[in-house]
């Protein structure tokens, strides 16, 4: 049961709803609209015009809870996509490193990192389409 202080401030940023850039809808099917400023494990502080509410993100479904750390540049990606992206700039480190070492060339280690990145920015055009992340999940990553 939420109490009245939250259901206020979901009614109040629900009233807001047109002058934020945000709008995120709750179990209840309440949209809250704002910005987020801050986030944690537990809640989410979004902003607009008027206020700034500190919520629970147990109110909003997971996919809700993944697009606001996704707006707020800390995207919670499945760990398959996490080990890819590692996989990849290990890759990457590691053949920069071969060069440096005179182990192969600066232009092979060149050649390599740009057919990674090539083929990391297809994977994970892949995992959009097939819906394992979010848009706003990929390009909250920051890898073009």
Request: net charge positive; with cysteine.
């Amino acid at each position: 049961m939420m109490g009245r202080s939250i259901v206020s401030t979901i009614i109040l940023l629900c009233a807001f709803s047109a002058f934020a850039e945000n709008a995120y809808t709750n179990h209840a099917g309440n949209v809250v609209s704002g910005v987020v400023v801050a986030l944690d494990a537990r809640t989410a502080t979004i902003s607009n015009a008027t206020e700034t509410a500190k919520l629970p993100l147990s109110i909003f479904p997971e996919s809700e809870q993944r697009r606001i750390a996704a707006d707020i540049g800390q995207p919670r990606v499945p760990v398959a996509v996490k080990r890819a992206i590692a996989g990849v700039e290990k890759a990457m480190a590691r053949s920069r490193k071969r060069a440096e070492k005179g182990l192969c060339t600066k232009e092979e280690s060149e050649a390599f990192c740009t057919k990674s990145a090539t083929a990391l920015r297809n994977y994970l055009d892949k995992q959009v389409k097939e819906g394992v992340i979010t848009t706003t999940e990929r390009k909250a990553l920051g890898i073009y």
